[in-house]
Protein backbone atom coordinates (compact mmCIF):
# COMPACT_ATOMS: atom_id res chain seq x y z
CA UNK A 1 0.00 0.00 0.00
CA UNK A 2 1.44 3.34 -1.14
CA UNK A 3 1.13 6.33 1.75
CA UNK A 4 1.49 9.52 1.65
CA UNK A 5 2.23 11.57 5.01
CA UNK A 6 3.74 14.79 6.19
CA UNK A 7 6.84 14.53 8.69
CA UNK A 8 8.88 16.81 10.43
CA UNK A 9 12.46 15.56 10.18
CA UNK A 10 14.31 15.85 13.70
CA UNK A 11 17.14 14.00 13.27
CA UNK A 12 19.65 12.48 10.16
CA UNK A 13 22.31 10.54 9.31
CA UNK A 14 24.22 9.35 6.51
CA UNK A 15 23.79 6.43 4.55
CA UNK A 16 25.74 4.41 1.82
CA UNK A 17 26.57 6.38 -0.82
CA UNK A 18 24.23 9.15 -1.25
CA UNK A 19 21.25 8.35 1.09
CA UNK A 20 20.18 9.73 4.51
CA UNK A 21 18.62 7.86 7.39
CA UNK A 22 16.19 10.55 8.16
CA UNK A 23 13.98 10.10 12.36
CA UNK A 24 11.07 12.41 12.95
CA UNK A 25 7.19 12.69 13.84
CA UNK A 26 4.26 12.21 11.14
CA UNK A 27 0.87 13.09 12.51
CA UNK A 28 -0.80 9.36 10.46
CA UNK A 29 1.90 7.24 12.06
CA UNK A 30 3.90 8.82 15.28
CA UNK A 31 7.58 8.39 15.28
CA UNK A 32 9.17 6.84 12.36
CA UNK A 33 12.07 6.74 10.03
CA UNK A 34 12.75 6.61 6.24
CA UNK A 35 15.82 6.33 3.92
CA UNK A 36 15.70 8.91 1.49
CA UNK A 37 18.64 7.62 -1.31
CA UNK A 38 20.09 10.63 -2.78
CA UNK A 39 19.20 13.38 -0.59
CA UNK A 40 23.16 13.57 -0.10
CA UNK A 41 23.28 14.32 -3.51
CA UNK A 42 23.52 18.42 -4.47
CA UNK A 43 23.44 19.59 -8.13
CA UNK A 44 24.31 22.55 -9.74
CA UNK A 45 21.90 25.35 -8.48
CA UNK A 46 20.25 23.02 -6.65
CA UNK A 47 20.00 22.98 -2.60
CA UNK A 48 18.76 19.38 -0.91
CA UNK A 49 15.51 19.02 0.10
CA UNK A 50 15.69 16.66 2.99
CA UNK A 51 17.80 18.65 6.03
CA UNK A 52 16.42 18.91 9.47
CA UNK A 53 14.12 21.24 10.72
CA UNK A 54 12.12 21.04 7.66
CA UNK A 55 8.57 19.77 7.25
CA UNK A 56 8.58 17.51 4.35
CA UNK A 57 5.46 15.52 2.31
CA UNK A 58 6.73 11.90 1.29
CA UNK A 59 5.37 8.76 -0.04
CA UNK A 60 6.14 5.49 1.21
CA UNK A 61 5.36 1.78 0.64
CA UNK A 62 3.98 0.21 3.61
CA UNK A 63 4.57 -3.56 2.86
CA UNK A 64 8.19 -3.70 4.24
CA UNK A 65 8.63 -5.56 7.52
CA UNK A 66 10.44 -3.59 10.16
CA UNK A 67 10.26 0.18 10.61
CA UNK A 68 12.61 1.90 8.54
CA UNK A 69 11.02 2.81 5.01
CA UNK A 70 12.22 3.85 1.71
CA UNK A 71 10.53 7.56 0.85
CA UNK A 72 9.93 7.13 -2.80
CA UNK A 73 9.23 10.73 -3.14
CA UNK A 74 9.71 14.13 -1.02
CA UNK A 75 8.65 17.13 -1.41
CA UNK A 76 9.61 20.21 0.72
CA UNK A 77 6.69 21.85 2.59
CA UNK A 78 8.17 24.10 4.78
CA UNK A 79 11.74 25.31 5.94
CA UNK A 80 11.79 25.71 10.06
CA UNK A 81 15.82 25.91 9.57
CA UNK A 82 16.69 29.22 10.07
CA UNK A 83 16.53 28.93 13.88
CA UNK A 84 19.51 27.47 14.22
CA UNK A 85 20.99 31.63 13.91
CA UNK A 86 19.60 31.96 17.20
CA UNK A 87 21.17 30.01 19.80
CA UNK A 88 18.27 30.03 21.99
CA UNK A 89 15.97 28.57 19.69
CA UNK A 90 18.44 26.18 18.09
CA UNK A 91 18.67 24.61 21.70
CA UNK A 92 14.88 24.83 22.24
CA UNK A 93 14.31 23.04 19.36
CA UNK A 94 16.77 20.28 19.40
CA UNK A 95 14.91 19.49 23.32
CA UNK A 96 11.57 19.26 21.50
CA UNK A 97 13.31 17.40 19.01
CA UNK A 98 14.58 14.88 21.38
CA UNK A 99 11.63 14.54 23.40
CA UNK A 100 9.54 13.61 20.81
CA UNK A 101 11.84 10.93 19.49
CA UNK A 102 12.04 9.83 23.33
CA UNK A 103 8.02 9.48 23.86
CA UNK A 104 6.04 9.21 20.87
CA UNK A 105 5.02 6.01 20.21
CA UNK A 106 5.63 4.33 16.52
CA UNK A 107 2.87 3.65 14.45
CA UNK A 108 0.49 5.51 16.53
CA UNK A 109 -1.03 8.40 14.62
CA UNK A 110 -0.08 11.41 16.83
CA UNK A 111 -2.12 14.44 14.81
CA UNK A 112 -2.40 16.84 17.88
CA UNK A 113 1.04 16.34 18.56
CA UNK A 114 2.48 16.55 14.92
CA UNK A 115 0.40 20.04 14.41
CA UNK A 116 1.62 21.48 18.23
CA UNK A 117 5.58 20.77 16.69
CA UNK A 118 4.94 22.16 12.98
CA UNK A 119 3.39 25.30 15.03
CA UNK A 120 6.80 25.25 17.40
CA UNK A 121 9.49 25.12 15.21
CA UNK A 122 7.37 27.59 12.88
CA UNK A 123 7.14 30.20 15.59
CA UNK A 124 11.15 28.94 16.81
CA UNK A 125 12.37 30.14 12.93
CA UNK A 126 10.22 33.60 12.93
CA UNK A 127 12.13 36.73 12.39
CA UNK A 128 13.05 38.57 15.91
CA UNK A 129 10.03 41.02 16.49
CA UNK A 130 7.40 39.25 14.62
CA UNK A 131 4.05 39.93 16.07
CA UNK A 132 2.77 36.92 18.03
CA UNK A 133 5.77 35.35 18.05
CA UNK A 134 5.72 32.64 21.09
CA UNK A 135 8.69 32.37 23.56
CA UNK A 136 10.63 29.60 24.09
CA UNK A 137 8.55 28.63 27.25
CA UNK A 138 5.45 29.06 25.23
CA UNK A 139 6.34 26.58 22.61
CA UNK A 140 7.11 24.23 25.63
CA UNK A 141 4.35 24.34 27.22
CA UNK A 142 2.05 24.13 23.68
CA UNK A 143 3.99 21.13 22.74
CA UNK A 144 4.16 19.42 26.12
CA UNK A 145 0.22 20.17 26.47
CA UNK A 146 -0.55 18.97 22.70
CA UNK A 147 1.23 15.43 23.90
CA UNK A 148 -0.19 14.85 26.88
CA UNK A 149 -3.65 15.68 25.62
CA UNK A 150 -3.38 14.02 22.82
CA UNK A 151 -2.23 10.53 24.67
CA UNK A 152 -4.83 11.24 27.25
CA UNK A 153 -2.53 12.23 30.12
CA UNK A 154 -3.99 15.35 31.01
CA UNK A 155 -5.80 16.06 33.74
CA UNK A 156 -9.03 18.00 33.90
CA UNK A 157 -8.64 21.45 34.94
CA UNK A 158 -10.17 22.16 38.56
CA UNK A 159 -12.58 24.33 37.06
CA UNK A 160 -14.44 25.10 33.81
CA UNK A 161 -12.25 28.17 33.04
CA UNK A 162 -8.96 26.26 33.49
CA UNK A 163 -10.27 23.27 31.44
CA UNK A 164 -11.38 26.31 28.49
CA UNK A 165 -7.90 27.27 28.53
CA UNK A 166 -6.40 24.21 28.55
CA UNK A 167 -8.21 23.28 25.14
CA UNK A 168 -7.54 26.98 23.93
CA UNK A 169 -4.11 25.95 24.56
CA UNK A 170 -4.40 23.27 22.89
CA UNK A 171 -6.18 24.61 19.42
CA UNK A 172 -3.62 27.11 19.22
CA UNK A 173 -0.47 24.44 18.90
CA UNK A 174 -3.16 22.64 15.82
CA UNK A 175 -4.38 25.37 14.04
CA UNK A 176 -1.57 28.13 14.99
CA UNK A 177 -3.99 30.32 16.50
CA UNK A 178 -3.30 33.04 19.48
CA UNK A 179 -2.65 31.67 22.56
CA UNK A 180 -5.04 32.23 25.55
CA UNK A 181 -4.38 35.14 27.50
CA UNK A 182 -2.88 34.73 31.00
CA UNK A 183 -0.11 36.52 33.15
CA UNK A 184 3.04 36.51 31.63
CA UNK A 185 4.64 34.51 34.64
CA UNK A 186 1.88 32.15 34.56
CA UNK A 187 3.77 30.31 31.44
CA UNK A 188 6.42 29.19 33.87
CA UNK A 189 3.82 27.73 36.33
CA UNK A 190 2.49 25.79 33.52
CA UNK A 191 5.64 24.56 32.33
CA UNK A 192 6.47 23.76 35.90
CA UNK A 193 3.20 21.80 36.13
CA UNK A 194 3.78 20.28 32.44
CA UNK A 195 6.78 18.75 33.85
CA UNK A 196 5.69 16.83 37.05
CA UNK A 197 3.19 15.32 34.44
CA UNK A 198 5.63 13.79 32.43
CA UNK A 199 7.48 12.75 35.25
CA UNK A 200 4.69 11.16 37.06
CA UNK A 201 4.24 9.08 33.84
CA UNK A 202 7.55 8.29 33.31
CA UNK A 203 8.67 10.29 30.11
CA UNK A 204 11.69 11.78 29.38
CA UNK A 205 12.51 15.17 29.07
Known amino acids: MIVTTQFLVLEKRPYRE ?23 KIGEKKTPVVDLYREL ?12 HNADRVELLNDFSSLADRQLNFKMAVKIGH ?17 AASSVYRHLAAPDGEEGRWSLVQCAVVLKCAYLYENGLLPEGGTQEQNDFLENLVASGIDG ?13 LNNWMNSLLEFHHLER
Open 57 to 68: NLEYKDDAPGDL
Open 99 to 115: FLLRNTPENVPQPYTYD
Open 18 to 40: SALIIRGVSPDCGRASFVVHGAQ
Open 177 to 189: SPLPACRPEYWNS
